[in-house]
Every structure is written in structure tokens, then in C-alpha cells.
């Protein structure tokens, strides 16, 4: 994680560590190699695993309906699904909730973040109530949503916002809690008014604390996002999965589940990769 | 901006040329200050009176915890003092201003901006950043750092990201530079430099220096006058002249200067009086 900002700390020692350490990884293809070498066989045994539970179930006379789980009728499913272009009619709707969540989350929880982060009133104010709220399940607000909005879509997406708003708000605030008081005393010195310290001193330094948030609060956000699914409403990747378990079609719930992991491992990745590039520390 | 001052020409006999950025130095007096940090039982600051002429450099010199910071703080408006008040040539400090600018210990630039925009800073919170690419390539050549301006601020060495620092300071043509041991984290060779440039580009832009430091040679060879400062309360025990002009370690008017203050310091420590050393730093 980040450091304190301290110049000997990082600015100066780390650049060239870092550099070094970057170098080397560089100049050895071996390693890379190694790397790729490891992780396919990573995926190799999950799918071993996977057809191994599929043989049992379908040995057992007491599964044996359930066969078509295994990887091939599977994997044959996807294809098909998605040369029909379900998966994108499937994903579509569950991504927007999935947007429409976050965006809330990120609403609320910088500003949030950030007050919590500056004034030692609104942290201790808030830390019990805050504590305990995110400690509730997101799930055990369904009945509340479902009686406070109008639409099952909304009461979705307020799930959703349950779920991502509290690592977006405590990183944030862990964030703000980092920055450097000597580079506020530099802006105000040099005439900074207090919108420009928020945007050229507060925003630029939890920039990355800030992304982390939201990369947690996506995890959990997705985690969520298929149960709430289960509710009320007739699209997404949630009532695929409903749907799908209903006509006792198990190998198109199978390739469901594979495509809600491939869109969240995406999606994670994505924003690692985000992260990774707008981010100014040197070392980590 | 080009205010060919006489004061200024008077006290640097051979002054020619302005300098772009060139201003008049800013007059500071600190009157009557007292002040007390909330909940501390003693005063960090007693009675504090002093003047420092425009275009002077004025070193604060004094044993840890003595109240220089504070004194510093206070002048630059980043502090409201409990009692008394600073006045800049004739107006009273509320609030920080660019006009006089603080530098640190520490350079604390921004790293996640690179050299030209750190030093951009000042321009860009005054709604001058139209004047950001003329300026910025000055002032990384007045502090030799030209070529460094695209560069991230994590890359360049400590001496040289108090350089940026030094340039970010200079940015708006501050009548005063108010340093807080602003050298005392580099190495003795780019502390000795920085030393030397600080007070040539001082001089040759007219600005007032007020310098806290620990070290009795850094005061001897980059102030005219030092203020010696005691603790319990903090308060001004002492003022020994020194008119560093020009002098070099080594030469008579160093070494007189320099005995000059450890006596001072020494008296307002309460210590008896040993024999100087060139290398004599508290
Ligand atoms: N924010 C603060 N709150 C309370 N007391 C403080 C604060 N800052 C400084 N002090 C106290 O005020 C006194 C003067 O501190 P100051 O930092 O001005 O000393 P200094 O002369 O700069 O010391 P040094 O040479 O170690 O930097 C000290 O006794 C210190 O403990
Ligand atoms: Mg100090």
C-alpha cells in the first residue's frame, strides 16, 4: 500500500531501486515465461477439477441429471451462446445495474471519503454508525428495498450501491488521511484558494486510493449484483441463472457462471491495469 | 517589475542590470509577539520584536525548540500569532500570501507532476498560467535546471529537488523568501552550492531572506545579521551583524562573523564561551 509520503522515503531512494527492479524483470524473459507457464497451468487444473466434479455427477446415478454441469456440454453451450449473441443480451443489463450502482457508490462515497479523511468531527461521528452498517450484508436490505422503490431495477441497483459504497468511502478516506500536510501548507502558501487545494492537491494525491476503492467496491459489487438479480426482474446474468436452473438446461447455467466470472475478472483487471497506469507512486 | 530600487543599489555598491523578476524586498517588523499553541503550558513565543530591512538577510539562529519555526510561520501567515503582529511593508499579515513564500526542509514537491508544472504552481493558483511557459523555462535556468523540465520530480536527486523547490518559490516574484533549514537534509557539497546561489539569486532579485537554520557557518556566510534566539519562552536574546557580502569560508570576515555568532549563541544557551572551529555546528 502507500507509504507515508515522506521525500527521502520514496522520491528519492525508491525511483532508482525500482528502476532496478524493473530492469531486471525486463531483461529476464525466463521469468516472464515462468510466469505464463504457471498460469496456464493454473487454469489447466481448474478445469481438471471441473470435469473430474462433472465424471462424478455423472456416474451417480442420484446427479446423474445433472450432467450436462460438466465443461464440455458446457463450453459447447457458451460457444453457441455467444455466436447468438445471448451473452451480450444477458451481460448488457447487468452491467448498466453494475454502472448505475457504482456510479452512486462513488457519488456518495468520495465526497464522504473525504470529509472523513479531513475533519476529525465527521470521523468520529460517523466511525460506530459506519462500522456497523458495513458489516450488514447487502443482501439483508432486499426486503427494505424492494418496499422503498418503485422498480425492481432501482431496488437493484440501490443494492448495488449498499454493497460499493463503503470501500469506496474508507479508502478514500484512508487516502485523504496520507496526504502530506507540508504539500497543503505549500498550496496555501503559494495562494491556493480551497477548491484548488481539493483539485490540485487533495484529488491528484488519492487518485489511486480512490481507484482502489472503487476496484474493491466492483468485487463486491458483482458478488451482489447476481442474487439481487434473482429478484423480481426478467434480464441480467442473475435471472439467466434462475432462468436457466427453472428449464433444468444445466449447461447453459454452467456457461452463465463461466461468463459472470470472465466479465468480473475482466473488469478487475481492467481497472488494475487503470491503476497501474495513472499511478505516480515509485514503488509499491 | 524592473524597480531599479536605490536601496538596493546602495547596499551593493556595482549593482547593474536587473534581473527579470527583479522586486523590492519586502520590509518585515515583527511587533510585540507573544504566542502559545493551544494547550501548551508555556509560551513558544515571548514578546518578539524586530525589523529587517527590505533586501536584507536576516538569519534566526537558536537551540531546538526555541521557536524559530513558529517565529517563521508566523511571518508567512500560517500561523495566527496570540498576541502582537507582523506587518509587511506596512501591511498587517493575516493570511499567507505568494508574496512571501516559505521553503522547508523537506522540498515537498508534488510527485505526481512534473518539474515545469511544480514550478507552474504559484502562476496557476493566481490565474496566471498563461504566463507558465516563458517563466517556468527562467526560472529552471536561473536555478540550472533547464533541461530538466519535462522530467518527474521523482527522478531528480534531493539537492535537485530543492532546486525545483527554490524555482517553485521564486514563481511569482515573492518580495521575501522565508527558509525553514531549507539545506539541512543534503549533503555538505550541494548544501554549500545551494548556500551560495540561494543568497546570489536573492541579491540579484532584491528579495528579503529570512533564514532559520542550525548552522552557525550557514548564517555567517548567507546573512547580514542574525538574530539568536533563547528558549522557555522563546525569545530574541541577542542580534550580532554580519555582512556576509562576499565572504568566503576562510577569509577574516568570515571567521570574525563566525566567532561573533557562537559567542552570541553560546551566551543565549547559557554555556561558557569555547574556542571556535571551522566546522562548528550545533
Ligand atoms: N503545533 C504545535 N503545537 C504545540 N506546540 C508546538 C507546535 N509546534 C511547535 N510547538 C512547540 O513550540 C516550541 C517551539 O517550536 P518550534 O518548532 O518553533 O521550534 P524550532 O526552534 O523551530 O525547533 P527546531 O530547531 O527543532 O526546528 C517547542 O517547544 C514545540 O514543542
Ligand atoms: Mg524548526
Given at each position: 500500500m502507500k507509504a507515508q509520503p515522506s521525500p527521502e522515503s520514496h522520491i528519492v531512494n525508491s525511483g532508482s531501486e525500482d528502476s532496478a527492479a524493473r530492469l531486471h524483470s525486463d531483461a529476464d524473459p525466463h521469468g516472464r515465461l515462468f510466469t505464463l507457464g504457471l498460469t496456464l497451468a493454473g487454469i489447466a487444473g481448474l478445469?481438471?477439477?471441473?470435469?473430474?466434479?462433472?465424471?462424478?455427477?455423472?456416474?451417480?446415478?442420484?446427479?446423474?441429471?445433472?450432467?450436462?454441469?460438466?465443461p464440455l456440454p458446457a463450453l459447447k453451450r457458451l460457444a453457441a451462446m455467444f455466436a447468438s449473441s445471448e451473452v451480450i443480451h444477458m451481460t448488457g443489463p447487468s452491467l448498466l445495474r453494475i454502472a448505475a450502482g457504482l456510479l452512486w457508490a462513488i457519488v456518495i462515497g468520495v465526497p464522504a471519503g473525504i470529509l472523513i479523511g479531513r475533519s476529525r468531527i465527521a470521523r468520529e461521528l460517523t466511525n460506530v454508525p459506519f462500522q456497523f452498517l458495513?458489516?450488514?450484508?447487502?443482501?439483508?436490505?432486499?426486503?427494505?428495498?424492494?418496499?422503498?422503490f418503485a422498480t425492481w431495477d432501482r431496488a437493484i441497483i440501490f443494492l448495488v450501491g449498499v454493497a460499493a459504497v463503503w470501500p469506496i468511502l474508507f479508502s478514500t478516506a484512508a487516502g485523504v488521511r496520507r496526504i502530506d500536510p507540508a504539500w497543503l501548507k505549500v498550496a496555501r502558501n503559494l495562494g491556493a484558494n480551497p477548491r484548488q487545494l481539493l483539485t490540485s492537491v487533495i484529488f491528484p494525491a488519492i487518485s489511486q486510493d480512490i481507484l482502489t476503492g472503487i476496484r474493491l467496491a466492483l468485487g463486491v459489487a458483482w458478488i451482489v449484483l447476481v442474487p439481487a438479480e434473482y429478484l423480481g426482474v426478467k434480464s441480467g446474468l442473475g435471472y439467466a441463472i434462475n432462468d436457466a436452473r427453472d428449464t433444468l438446461e444445466y449447461d447453459r447455467l454452467a456457461a452463465t457462471v463461466l461468463v459472470i466470472g470472465m466479465i468480473g475478472f475482466t473488469l478487475d483487471l481492467a481497472l488494475q491495469k487503470l491503476i497501474q497506469r495513472l499511478s505516480w507512486l515509485r514503488h509499491d | 517589475m524592473t524597480n531599479t530600487s536605490a536601496s538596493v543599489e546602495g547596499k551593493f555598491p556595482g549593482w547593474h542590470a536587473p534581473v527579470t523578476g527583479h522586486v523590492r524586498g519586502a520590509e518585515i517588523r515583527v511587533t510585540g509577539l507573544t504566542h502559545r499553541y493551544r494547550h501548551a503550558k508555556e509560551n513558544a513565543l515571548q514578546d518578539i520584536n524586530l525589523r529587517i530591512a527590505s533586501g536584507e538577510a536576516a538569519a534566526i539562529i537558536g537551540r531546538s525548540g526555541c521557536g524559530k519555526s513558529t517565529l517563521l510561520h508566523i511571518i508567512a501567515g500560517l500561523v495566527k500569532p496570540s498576541v502582537g503582529e507582523v506587518t509587511i511593508n506596512g501591511l498587517v499579515i493575516r493570511h499567507p500570501s505568494p508574496r512571501w513564500v516559505m521553503m522547508f526542509q523537506q522540498p515537498s514537491l508534488f510527485p505526481w507532476a512534473s518539474v515545469a508544472d511544480n514550478v507552474a504552481l504559484g502562476l496557476r493558483f493566481n490565474g496566471r498560467q498563461s504566463e507558465a511557459k516563458s517563466r517556468v523555462a527562467e526560472l529552471l535556468d536561473l536555478v540550472e535546471l533547464g533541461s530538466y523540465a519535462s522530467r518527474n520530480v521523482q527522478d531528480l536527486s534531493g539537492g535537485q529537488q530543492q532546486r525545483v523547490a527554490l524555482a517553485r518559490s521564486l514563481a511569482l516574484s515573492p518580495e521575501a523568501l522565508l527558509l525553514d533549514e531549507p539545506f539541512s537534509a543534503l549533503d555538505t557539497f550541494t548544501r554549500s552550492t545551494m548556500q551560495r546561489d540561494v543568497r546570489r539569486i536573492a541579491r540579484e532579485l532584491g528579495i528579503t531572506l529570512v533564514l532559520v537554520t542550525h548552522d552557525i557557518n550557514e548564517a555567517?556566510?548567507?546573512?547580514?545579521?542574525?538574530?539568536?534566539?533563547?528558549?522557555?519562552?522563546?525569545?530574541?536574546?541577542?542580534?550580532?551583524?554580519?555582512?556576509?557580502?562576499?565572504?568566503?569560508?576562510?577569509?577574516?570576515?568570515?571567521e570574525q562573523a563566525q566567532r561573533a555568532l557562537i559567542e552570541a549563541y553560546e551566551g543565549a544557551?547559557?554555556?561558557?564561551?569555547?574556542?571556535?572551529?571551522?566546522?562548528?555546528?550545533?
Open positions: 478445469l481438471l477439477l471441473w470435469w473430474i466434479g462433472g465424471e462424478l455427477i455423472a456416474r451417480n446415478p442420484a446427479t446423474a441429471s445433472f450432467s450436462d454441469f460438466a458495513r458489516m450488514i450484508s447487502p443482501l439483508a436490505w432486499m426486503p427494505v428495498a424492494v418496499l422503498a | 555567517a556566510l548567507m546573512s547580514d545579521r542574525a538574530f539568536i534566539m533563547a528558549a522557555h519562552p522563546g525569545r530574541i536574546r541577542n542580534e550580532v551583524t554580519v555582512r556576509s557580502a562576499d565572504t568566503l569560508t576562510g577569509a577574516p570576515g568570515f544557551a547559557g554555556r561558557s564561551i569555547s574556542s571556535p572551529s571551522t566546522d562548528w555546528t550545533i
